[in-house]
Structure formats: C-alpha cells, structure tokens
C-alpha cells in the first residue's frame, strides 16, 4: 500500500487564468492505493456523497488508466468538492504520485502533471494543469504549453469558502473567448507583478498582480456576496482578493496577523448575504507527500 497527503491548491489567481497556481497548506486529500486486478474507488470524508466512485467518472480512475496500473483507491477528502479549491485535483495528484511509486513507473513530478490533468478532463473537459501542476509540486506553478515552473514561496492566505457549490465545466462556460489588446496588456503586466510577488514572498505584490478584468468579473458573478466579501476583506487589511480556481471559494493575500480579521470579515459579508461560509486561515505550501 502507499499513502499520499495531497493539499489543496488555488488556481488562476485573478490575472493566471489556466496557467497560475499555488498549494496550500491545507486543507488536504488522503489518497491510499493497493494493488488490484481492476480499479476500485472509496470514497469518505467531505463531500463524499458528491464524488462518483465510478472509475469512469472519478479523477483518479483516470490517473490508474493513463498508469496502467489498476488499484484499490481510498480517497479521504479533505478538499470539499466544487469549492475551488482543487478537489478533483488533489485526489488526481495524490493518486498519480501513489501510483507511480505502487507500480513502480519511475516517472517524475513534473512527467506526472500531464497525467493528473488527465483526470481533470474527466470533471471539467479541459485537462488543465494549473490545479495538479501546484498539488504535485508544490509551491508557486506557471503552466504553460511547453511544460511547467514551480517556485519556492511563502505568501499567508486565506480562502473563504461560500457553501453554493460551483462546478468548474459550468464555470469555464462563462469565460470570454476574446480579449482586447488593452486587457492583454493589463493582464500581461498584473501577472508578471504576482510572479515576481511570488518570487520574493512578497504578499503586497501578490496582492498587486491578482487584479483582474478578464476572467474574474464573469466567474465573481456567479457567486452570491463576492463584491461584499472581497470588500470586507480589504477593508480588514487583505493586500489582494480574487476567485479561488473557479469559485465560489473567495482567495485573499493578507499580512500574516491580519488573517483572523480578513476571514471574521468575509465570512460575515457571506452571511449578511444569505451564504453561510467557512474560511481557512492558510499559506501557501508544499506538494503532495508520501504519510
Ligand atoms: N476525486 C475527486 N474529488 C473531488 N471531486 C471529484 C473527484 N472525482 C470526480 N469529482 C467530481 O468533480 C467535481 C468537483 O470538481 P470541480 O468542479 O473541479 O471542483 P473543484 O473546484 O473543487 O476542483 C465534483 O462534482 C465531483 O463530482
Ligand atoms: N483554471 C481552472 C481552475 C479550476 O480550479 P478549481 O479549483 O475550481 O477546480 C478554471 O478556472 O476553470
């Protein structure tokens, strides 16, 4: 048997649409594979009664296919699912790393990514690496089309999470096809000021780089109590806030003792709007981990 903590992960960051993300220290998966004739998948813990354990259907019984190597998989979710906060992807990365070592594939992280977006097709029909790419390597990812970066960071978070789920494949379906030259270039400069935030676990910076006029206005939208929410969290010391992944999570950069304030604040800025929420007082963090 091997065990696999695989954290959460918040992906776009405002300004990365598709090509941002960050692990987070927690909340995490508990993956646990057996080898096995056929795969099979069990599935307990937050939002279990949300997940399919139909292989066809489950990210990690599509990490098993792409491995060739068919298992018993226990999935103790930690990640509550349709939160943005990478559910599908953590299960899909811990599953990958597990796997790899259970059959002795001899693959690296960075060879695992493409494998593990393999299962985010299975949930969104998009096999993006910008949830698996910061699960497996922890850190800071920049997924592009020839590969992906990771870099070291230490940024305090806080991720509130509304209780309306939002499925990414609905989410991705209000994303604007088209661009002007003006955006591309806002955006262009908001995403090399949170790389370099990034780089200096700088949470000011961060903050700077996540705005975003594309992507995050469409997705804010679908979430009752977002314009509140990230009102409240500024107003309480947050540097930047924006759209967890897909949502309705609601991420925010804040100094490391302003983080009580920021989550107390977001969290009563939902209720006042009718959603109840939980807000997780996180930093950014390591990959997944063999326990
Ligand atoms: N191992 C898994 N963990 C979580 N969700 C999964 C898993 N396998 C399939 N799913 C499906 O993916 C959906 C959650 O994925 P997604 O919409 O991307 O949310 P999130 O933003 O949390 O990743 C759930 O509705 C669930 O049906
Ligand atoms: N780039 C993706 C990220 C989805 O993140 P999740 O945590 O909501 O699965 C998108 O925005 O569609």
């Not at 009664?49 to 599509?62: L, Y």
């Not at 993006?128 to 497996?136: R, S, T, Y």
């Not at 947050?238 to 977001?266: E, F, I, N, Q, Y």
Request: with cysteine.
């Amino acid at each position: 048997m091997r065990t696999v903590r695989a954290p959460a992960t918040s992906a776009n960051l405002g300004s990365g649409y598709d090509s941002f993300g960050v692990a987070l220290s927690r909340p995490a998966d508990i993956v646990s594979v057996e080898r096995a004739d056929r795969t099979t998948i069990e599935v307990t813990g937050a939002g279990a009664q949300f997940i399919p354990e139909d292989p066809a259907k489950n990210t990690v019984g599509a990490v098993a296919r792409a491995l060739d190597a068919p298992a018993h998989i226990k999935i103790d979710k930690g990640v509550r699912p349709a939160s943005g906060l990478g559910s599908s992807a953590a299960s899909a990365a811990g599953a990958a790393l597990a796997l790899n070592d259970l059959y002795d594939r001899g693959l690296t992280r960075e060879e695992l990514v493409p494998i593990a977006a393999e299962g985010e097709a299975v949930v969104s029909g998009a096999a993006h690496a910008d949830n698996v790419a910061p699960a497996l390597l922890g850190g800071f990812t920049i997924a592009t089309a020839d590969g992906v970066r990771s870099i070291e960071t230490n940024v305090p978070l806080v991720a509130c999470l509304p209780e309306e789920p939002i499925s990414t494949r609905d989410a991705r379906e209000v994303v604007p096809t088209h661009v002007t030259i003006e955006e591309l270039v806002a955006t262009v400069g908001n995403a090399a000021t949170l790389a370099v935030g990034m780089c200096r676990s700088d949470p000011a910076l961060v903050g700077a780089g996540m705005a975003d006029e594309v992507v995050t206005p469409h997705r804010a939208a679908l979430i009752t109590g977002y314009d509140d929410a990230a009102d409240a969290a500024r107003e309480a010391g947050a540097h930047g806030v924006t759209v967890s992944g897909s949502g309705p999570g609601v991420l925010a950069v804040c100094p490391p003792d302003r983080r009580r304030d920021v989550a107390a604040a977001m969290v009563e800025a939902f209720a006042e709007n009718g959603e109840r929420a939980r807000a997780y007082r996180t930093w950014t963090g390591g990959g997944a981990e063999f326990v």
